[in-house]
């Protein structure tokens, strides 16, 4: 497993980073199963930042596994919805005080600039896990009059591991609102970022250990999409998985889904912005 170390001398942002880049399992850092890696390339310049380890299905059967025994242990009904609220809203504390770092990891990852990355981004992300951090407390059910006889009422309850696969465009605030419901709500979370931008979602798998989250909550894992995401819309002990991306591969996800134990699935599809074309633009490449 591999340390990445960044030093910025940016008018915007000044500083050095440095976190881990392996796989995100049961509260550790550790290299993927066959310690294979994916290179990390900034897109603005074509360089080399790093290597993330490379997840297989094997990683997803142990992060699943960690992800259900903290579901059973200490999280899911065992945490009262005020504690986790409380573990988010520091989570969001933690956000802030590193607000002009994560904005600088996401400007390097994506190419966006700094300034939309801490605007837009940063602060999006922010106020989601506030958001939620305020609902966990707040999910209940409804007693329903019908007759003097009976008592009708429902109950909301955690699905329990949710899988949840995110694109490149918008990382980091991809995390935030995928792992903020789910973990308001009591699920545990296992998470596979898109593998050409996964450093800000390793960088808040740092700090879901520094706010304190029980191990096994949140599990991060970087792999390609036909190894990592197949195996997460496919197993038999994932009970919602919710992703991001294009209309082709949510149609996999969700006969995936169907094939397997019938998981719930939540889709966003297709979205798509219009390319800006210059003269001197690679047009194969664009069109690609």
Known sequence: MTTWEYEFNTPAYKGKVSFP???????????????KTIDIINPCYGKLLTKVSEATP??????V???????????????????????LAKLADIFEAHADELAAIEALDTGKTFVQSRNWDVAGSIATIRYYAGL??????QVIETSEAKLT???????????????????????????APALATGNTVVLKPSEFTPLTALRVASFIKEAGFPDGVVNVLTGYGPTVGAAISSHMHIEKVAFTGSTLVGRKIMEAAAKSNLKKVTLELGGKSPNI???DANLDKAVD
Not at 28 to 35: A, D, E, I, P, Q
Not at 136 to 141: E, M
Not at 159 to 179: E, S, Y
């Open 21 to 35: 880049t392996g796989v995100f399992i049961d509260g550790k850092f550790s290299s993927g199963s066959t310690n």
């Open 58 to 63: 094997d990683d997803v059967d142990r992060a």
């Open 65 to 87: 596994q960690a992800a259900r025994r903290a579901f059973d242990t200490v999280w899911g009904l065992k945490c009262p919805g005020d504690q986790r609220g409380q573990l």
């Open 136 to 141: 966990a407390g707040k999910v209940h059910g």
């Open 153 to 179: 009422y429902t109950r909301r309850e955690p699905f329990g591991v949710c899988g949840q696969i995110i694109p490149w465009n918008f990382p980091l605030l991809m995390v935030a609102w995928k792992i």
């Open 277 to 279: 074309i210059f003269d």
